[in-house]
């Protein structure tokens, strides 16, 4: 059976490529090729022809017994090798007396009769292995192109050509074959350099592999075998191409375009040569002279002639000064000491006023010192945090460019472990900080380690790479043992913490997680009451009345629901602390407050206890201080700004608490904004800050839902589905009914950005059409968004082609919308009424019709109608309404348990009244049960999951009762 991963395409621009046959892996192995010859590199230092290790004319004793060509030892593994030193080749050798010839050699004429061997071993594959000579002499050469180059054509006459068929006297093949085999070489050859060993090799099947400056596979050589292995570096798509880089991926576009143009003879035009920023790296960006502010980039960088232009002052610099400019930085850089880290240094500290921050050479440097620093004694904290920064700063380019399984991350991930983990341990001694945060940081570095040991692995038979992989084993567990610390540091966790420029920290799975498994247990680091006008009690959070007569805390006079309150004098609740502070500073509530006034104190309220950590709990404040505000966005928003400054003026002002800055009371009041999580649940309300819950990113389809413990506040998030093994952990921010351009609003209002999810991105919302409208100028058209990740883009009429303005639509989603709000939640009659006067406007799967849907479904519920019209129309309902469900909050939603619970009704009733009636079979009847059972069945399933919900439980007793029923019916009716 054929297993190939690849297959051979062709193509008037690449030739023949590789293409993935189905999707794979990151770390599937893709190629397994020994190579059709194996040669020295093309260096000016005599070589052990067997094993290619560097050896002395001049100092080794030891001579190949049958040509006299210099050998590391008698015992050599590579010679009489056909991958080494074979004994046509010594026969060859000794015919010629060529080893007298190279004996004479200096230093130059090394370098040429290292060039000579290579494509001689080649050309001999025509007389000992016509199979591998047909494989070489397929492979792309390129003389018609290195023809039209003199100097190219002419060198290789001379110093190949005529060395081989004059000087050593080898006349089988004829010049016509040595330049085809010298191209060949040229363009697909492989170097190695492992273990002291460095040469070039020929794989035929590995060289077809395209280029592409972020390639998707790595390559390792066996240093015995010489086996070539070919590994995804990354997922790959079914037909994508399969692509290796044949220049250093570090290098900027404009070096890396000219290097495969003079060694490939192709200029480069894939995606990243394409982009000036590089993929937003800038790794090719200068800093502008004239203006000392702008970025200067190329104009055109697939015009290697191009112009370069500031950004900021738009200052032109012609292509031929930058590329002077960086050849000579680049040949300083390479002339530079590299076992010194303060040459590197000074390279740096020389050139960072014309090179950008992310600049490769730049990048190069800072990388050749994280390696310096592994073998430096030198462990000052000044140090640790610069040598820290150095590998952020490459680890921050190479997840760009050269992302997943590559082994430069691997060796910067390991870098970067030693002085995180160095600086943890000194700050936490020094009390600077808490023990949450130190966890935080040795999470990172586990991390760091983990994945570092599972990319090192997958080469084992590289020495550095095995010692490097056992090293990061013996740091992972020297950090499990870590004694600083009382109790075990690290618990198994299915989540990691992961860091993106787009979206900061989130949550991605370690594992597979089946649907319904406890991903997080936490329990909050502050809990306080909702941001409403209604009036709290501070310890339970129980409604209370805004007048009349009042139950007040014995301490500080505050309301409260009564003496016996369990959240007197609790963390979570009215601490003592609170009490303390709020008579100390005569802070009290007066009778028959208005609710505007209650509002202010509410949103008061969690600020305060959150900025009392600070002094209250170190460890929980630091966890608190450490979540996303968003301050810079929200003081350029006017609204919140006012709002804020409200908030100051309450805090420090009114009511006399001067402790804290401004700058501290805005950035918390952020923190919360962005974070927190509502609690509603058995006549209580309330908000609490969970860090690591609030980590999860959103998504209008997520995949894990939350819950808070009525008594304890603790959040347990369950996934909702399957999650696979890296995959985001994802909970929804808004209400997942609402249409995208609601949705959107929401979140940007709220959450301070605008979603591009995928049901954002797809007009239809995965085919639920849950933000359609009737088009009004055709009567049966349906009017969607032509770019819903847009909010002014107009929506067109998908049949008609007629265009509606988003400003229009979105005025009248809102005059809807809250005339929905604002019906009578406890009649079905004004529910209907809506549906029936909005169902030419709305379309019939629109998500106002579902709310509407959904409400009037609850409320049959508590309907003694059982009438035949009703319970159809009761049954139609809530199919409409799990239809939604089913494709926006699937699997073990709370949503979905509601509306299967709530189909069973009528569902039962009128498979009854049918049989009863003779309208249908009883093997009909039978499936019609069964179909209520199964619906049953799954809803207690989900209600089971959260028994400590009142209402859950409740409705968990009612499934089950009614299961019980149905299964007695059953059987009633077996045969």
Known sequence: MDTRLYEIKKSETLGRYLVALRPIKAGEVIIHELPVAFGPPTSSEPV??????????????YRCPGCHWPICNPQCEGLNKDLGHSRIECQLFAQNNVAKLVEKFDGRQMKIGNEIIFPLRCLYLKQTNPDKWAQTIAL??????????????????????????????????????????????????????????????????????????????????????????????????????????????IMGTMKRREQLKHGKFFWCICRRCRDP?????????????????????????????????????????????????????????????????????????????????????????????????NMSNDFSVDTLRQREQYCRDVLEVVNVLKPGLSLVRAITMFNLHIPLLSLAKIAFKKGEINIFEFRLRLQEAVELLNECEVILKLDPDDPMERDMANLAAMALKAINQEVIVPGKIMERRLYEICISDTIGRYLTATQPIKAGEVIINEIPVAFSTPKCGDLFCLGCYKKL???????????????????????????????????????????????????????????????????????????????AIAME????????????????????????????????????????????????????????????????????AHDCCPNVRTAIHPKTYAMTARALRDIEQGESLTISYV?????????REQLKHGKLFWCTCQRCADPTEFGTYCSALKCRKCQTGIVLPINPLKQDAPWACLQCTSSIDAATISAILDKLFRELEATDATQIQPFEDFIQKYKH???????????????????????????????????????????????????LSLVRAIAMFNLHIPLISLAKAAFKSQQISLTEFRNRVQEAAELLKECEHILKLDPDDAKERDMARLARIALVALSQLLMRYKN
């Open 735 to 743: 209400d997942y009914i609402l249409g995208t351009l609601k949705r």
């Open 277 to 373: 920023t590089e993929f937003g790296t800038y790794c090719s960006a200068l800093k502008c002279l004239r203006c000392n502010g702008g970025t200067v980039l190329s104009t055109n960088p697939l015009d290697q002639d191009a112009e370069w232009m500031c950004l900021q002052c738009q200052n032109f610099i012609n292509a031929s000064t930058i590329s002077a400019t960086l050849d000579k930085l680049f040949r300083e850089l390479e002339s530079t000491d590299a076992t010194q880290i303060q040459s590197l240094e000074d390279f740096i500290q020389k050139y960072k006023r014309i090179l950008g921050d992310k600049h490769y050479l730049i990048t190069l440097a800072k990388y050749n010192i994280c390696q310096l620093y």
């Open 629 to 696: 505000s968003h301050r810079d966005i929200r003081k350029e928003i006017p609204a919140i700004h006012f709002h804020e400054q409200k908030m100051v003026n309450q805090i420090r002002d009114i009511w006399g608490i001067r402790e804290f800055t401004e700058d501290e009371i805005y950035t918390v009041s952020g923190i919360i904004e962005v974070n927190c999580f509502g609690f509603d649940r058995d006549g209580r309300k309330g908000r609490g800050l969970y860090p690591i819950t609030s980590l999860m």
């Open 48 to 61: 052990c022809l067997g094993c290619n290790k560097k050896v002395s004319f001049y100092e080794t004793p």
């Open 841 to 891: 406007i709305l379309g019939e799967k629109h998500y106002l019709i579902t709310l509407a849907k959904y409400n009037i479904s609850q409320l049959y519920n508590l309907s003694n109608d059982f009438s035949v019209d009703v319970l159809k129309h009761r049954e139609q309902y809530c199919r409409d309404v799990l239809e939604a469900v089913n494709v926006l909050k699937p699997g």
């Open 545 to 623: 009345p805004l007048s009349g007569s009042q139950n007040r805390c014995s301490g500080c006079q505050w309301p409260i629901c009564s003496e016996q309150c369990e959240g007197l004098y609790s963390n979570l609740g009215h601490s003592q602390f609170e009490c303390e502070l709020f008579s100390r500073k005569n802070i009290r509530l007066i009778d028959n407050f208005d609710e505007k006034h209650t509002k202010t104190v509410n949103g008061v309220m969690f600020p305060l206890r959150c900025l009392y950590l600070k002094y209250t709990d170190q460890a929980k404040w630091a966890a």
């Open 140 to 249: 792309e050469s390129h003389n018609d192109l290195r023809k039209d180059i003199p100097e190219l054509w002419s060198r290789n006459q001379e110093k190949i050509v005529n060395q081989i068929r004059d000087d050593w006297n080898i006349k089988e093949f004829t010049d016509e074959e040595i330049h085809t085999v010298s191209g060949i070489i040229k363009v697909n050859c492989f170097g190695l350099g492992r273990q002291g060993t460095k040469g070039r090799a020929l794989y035929p099947l590995t060289s077809i592999m395209a280029h592409d400056c972020c390639p998707n596979v790595r390559t390792a050589i066996h240093p015995k075998t010489y086996t070539m292995t070919v590994r995804a570096l990354r997922d790959i798509e079914q037909g994508e191409s399969i692509t290796t880089s044949y220049v250093d991926y």
